[in-house]
């Protein structure tokens, strides 16, 4: 360091900075785009990897991307490691009912139950476990406009198949698991799942042993049939 | 990821799981670097608490695309920079940087006497003098060096330039000043 250089540094502690101001705040209130991004992420990856099994010709690739709200899917021949957790871990922090309306930016939807469950935000997702005969995660999320891409994988030895719920497209993914990237959290394999997109809202039902005919009609009864 | 606190890495991965208390304890820990990089820019104090918080709603907002392997620091002075630099380009202006009325640095072991601060305050205040006089990019960048401490990587990143220009323009920007100051 020369003799100068020194001389700077030397000075630094001088300079008559004005006072940081003691609060510069983050906007706690407002919607917050990166939690948006990655819900799209958590819950288009399983669209993504349903798509990319509907796609003639994509059994066969090694290697592939499909793209779907802002999620990028590679298909490949075998699935990357993931673990096996129960449905309700890692699905976030408890938050109110206000809360995770914010979040969703409307009030979340539920099927007719007889005690309301607890509410989890996990970046973005706003999950219930729902207390049925066997135990049914709901997850809600904007659709946000895709607005990041990212890249998910899937094998080929899941079952995938268009279905409607109501007027709404959705996806049954059943058979083998498939493995759920939710943001930020370890890789997970995922039981039969039903997806649907209904008035900007991703929903997700997933259960071990769920069936599509009890999916549809849960998901009936959130959205409308 | 190397070099970084492990108290960095553990709040960006819980920020990144969604805590909001993680991200803004993040931000408060560089709120002040943030701040005052703002000011080296803008010049001006107002200017800069705004620059400020527009970065930090900017990062905020941008978290998402925020890489988990990067430093934090340098992705927030990046955001809060070019916010500034923004504010400066409506303003048109800078203002001095200035030297407290009682600062005097002062070498040796020996208590100072009065005359003895009194002539180190003098040569800060024409140190940081010259450095005020310099052009833009060469105060931008010997501010943020010496007298912010950023790295060059930070350096590079607040002045949205390469390290490698960190450098040369650094070596540039202490000739000009010792020129102007000696």
């Known amino acids: 360091m020369s003799e100068l250089e020194r001389?700077?540094?030397?000075?630094?502690?001088?300079?008559?900075?004005?006072?940081?101001?003691?609060?510069?705040?983050?906007?706690?209130?407002?919607?917050?785009?990166?939690?948006?991004?990655?819900?799209?992420?958590?819950?288009?990856?399983?669209?993504?990897?349903?798509?990319?099994?509907?796609?003639?010709?994509?059994?066969?690739?090694?290697?592939?991307?499909?793209?779907?709200?802002?999620?990028?899917?590679?298909?490949?021949?075998?699935?990357p490691p993931a673990e096996e957790r129960p449905l309700a871990a890692l699905?976030?922090?408890?938050?109110?009912?206000?809360?995770?309306?914010?979040l969703l930016g409307v009030p979340v939807v539920l099927p007719p139950l007889e005690k309301r469950p607890r509410f989890y935000a996990e970046?973005?997702?706003?999950?219930?476990?729902?207390?049925?005969?066997?135990?049914?995660?709901?997850?809600?999320?904007?659709?946000?406009?895709?607005?990041?891409?990212?890249?998910?994988?899937?094998?080929?030895?899941?079952?995938?198949?268009?279905?409607?719920?109501?007027?709404?497209?959705?996806?049954?993914?059943s058979g083998a698991k498939h493995v759920y990237l939710a943001p930020s959290v370890p890789s997970r394999l995922a039981g039969n799942v039903l997806l649907w997109v209904n008035d900007g809202i991703v929903y997700r039902l997933e259960g071990r042993s769920l069936t599509e005919a009890d999916a549809l009609r849960l998901a009936g009864q959130i959205t409308g049939t | 990821m190397e070099g970084r606190p492990h108290e960095e890495r553990e709040l960006v991965r819980r920020a990144k799981h969604g805590d909001e208390r993680a991200l803004e304890e993040l931000v408060r820990a560089h709120q002040e670097a943030a701040f005052r990089l703002a000011y080296v820019i803008t010049g001006n104090a107002?200017?800069?608490?705004?620059?400020?918080?527009?970065?930090?709603?900017?990062?905020?907002?941008?978290?998402?695309?925020?890489?988990?392997?990067?430093?934090?620091?340098?992705?927030?002075?990046?955001?809060?920079?070019?916010?500034a630099r923004n504010?400066?380009?409506?303003?048109?202006?800078?203002?001095?940087?200035?030297v407290r009325a009682a600062a005097g640095r002062v070498s040796g072991d020996a208590a100072p006497s009065p005359e003895d601060i009194a002539l180190a305050a003098d040569e800060s205040r024409r140190l940081i003098a010259a450095l005020d006089s310099l052009p833009e990019p060469a105060r931008e960048v010997l501010a943020c060096r010496y007298l912010l401490g950023l790295s060059e990587a930070e350096t590079a990143a607040a002045l949205g330039v390469r390290p490698g220009t960190v450098k040369s323009r650094t070596a540039r920007a202490l000739e000009q000043l010792r020129g102007s100051y000696e």
Do not use: M
């Not at chain 1, 983050?26 to 990166?34: G, K, M």
């Not at chain 1, 997850?139 to 406009?145: F, R």
């Not at chain 1, 990212?150 to 079952?159: H, I």
């Open chain 2, 46 to 83: 107002a200017e800069a608490e705004e620059a400020a918080q527009q970065g930090f709603i900017k990062a905020w907002r941008a978290f998402g695309r925020f890489r988990s392997s990067r430093p934090f620091r340098p992705w927030l002075l990046r955001i809060v920079a070019n916010e």
């Open chain 1, 123 to 173: 970046s973005g997702v706003v999950s219930a476990l729902l207390d049925l005969n066997e135990p049914v995660l709901l997850s809600e999320l904007q659709t946000g406009g895709g607005d990041e891409i990212l890249q998910k994988f899937a094998g080929e030895s899941t079952g995938i198949s268009h279905v409607r719920v109501g007027r709404a497209p959705g996806l049954w993914i």
């Open chain 1, 7 to 79: 001389l700077l540094v030397e000075t630094a502690p001088e300079i008559d900075w004005p006072v940081t101001p003691p609060r510069l705040v983050l906007p706690a209130a407002e919607p917050q785009r990166w939690r948006r991004a990655a819900i799209v992420v958590a819950l288009a990856a399983p669209l993504a990897i349903a798509v990319a099994f509907a796609v003639p010709g994509a059994r066969s690739a090694i290697l592939r991307a499909f793209h779907l709200e802002g999620a990028t899917v590679v298909r490949v021949g075998v699935l």
């Open chain 1, 91 to 102: 699905i976030g922090y408890p938050v109110s009912a206000a809360q995770a309306q914010q």
């Open chain 2, 87 to 98: 504010r400066r380009r409506s303003s048109g202006r800078h203002a001095a940087l200035a």
